[in-house]
T-cell receptor, first 113, second 113 residues
Framework: DTEVTQTPKHLVMGMTNKKSLKCEQHMGHRAMYWYKQKAKKPPELMFVYSYEKLSINESVPSRFSPECPNSSLLNLHLHALQPEDSALYLC????????????FGPGTRLTVL | GQQLNQSPQSMFIQEGEDVSMNCTSSSIFNTWLWYKQDPGEGPVLLIALYKAGELTSNGRLTAQFGITRKDSFLNISASIPSDVGIYFCAGQYSGAGSYQLTFGKGTKLSVIP
């Protein structure tokens, strides 16, 4: 299994809603990542988990809350988002942070109204 | 921080033509990765390069890791319509405890049938 899966594919939420994005991989990778991507821009790193521990938080607002329940799963909890948070949210995984051949999921297209 | 200059920003080519794009950096990298992204999808890893001077092929794609470790190019031979998309280079420098990928701004490829 060489896939990273993400759900949902599309999400529309209001500014007062709470929602979660989910990511799963079964490649035995021990590093997992959340990226945010705006149209016509490269992915921007948000969070890095290494061996289920948060190792990098790129000064992301607290309305984004990551969680890594186990080595295969990565969640991103969303609360009180702003319209400017609308973007494609990408999950990726790699064998380790030091072996950084990252495989991306298909993304969740988030629209905040 | 490290910056990657990717060129060209966009290109329009006839089907069957060869394509070349490159990335240059002011800093050295230990790893170069090339990704392709279709609209609304996550980036797909095309080629990974780990050694200065390394030349690697994947079907019609060929990529090289520059000798100076500050540049990389990607060639696509005999382009076809499904080559359309945005191509990103990404570099990793494994030094000073930093293992993050730095992305280029992308090359948008359009293929005219």
């Amino acid at each position: 299994d060489t896939e990273v899966t993400q759900t949902p594919k599309h999400l529309v939420m209001g500014m007062t809603n709470k929602k979660s994005l989910k990511c799963e991989q079964h490649m035995g990778h021990r590093a997992m990542y959340w990226y945010k991507q705006k149209a016509k821009k490269p992915p921007e790193l948000m969070f890095v988990y290494s061996y289920e521990k948060l190792s990098i938080n790129e000064s992301v607002p607290s309305r984004f809350s990551p969680e890594c329940p186990n080595s295969s799963l990565l969640n991103l909890h969303l609360h009180a988002l702003q319209p400017e948070d609308s973007a494609l949210y990408l999950c990726a995984s790699s064998p380790r942070v030091t072996y950084n051949e990252q495989f991306f999921g298909p993304g969740t297209r988030l629209t905040v109204l | 921080g490290q910056q990657l200059n990717q060129s060209p920003q966009s290109m329009f080519i006839q089907e069957g033509e060869d394509v070349s794009m490159n990335c240059t950096s002011s800093s050295i990298f230990n790893t170069w990765l090339w990704y392709k992204q279709d609209p609304g999808e996550g980036p797909v890893l095309l080629i990974a390069l780990y050694k200065a001077g390394e030349l690697t092929s994947n079907g019609r794609l060929t990529a090289q890791f520059g000798i100076t470790r500050k540049d990389s190019f990607l060639n696509i031979s005999a382009s076809i319509p499904s080559d359309v998309g945005i191509y990103f280079c990404a570099g990793q420098y494994s030094g000073a405890g930093s293992y993050q990928l730095t992305f280029g701004k992308g090359t948008k490829l359009s293929v005219i049938p």
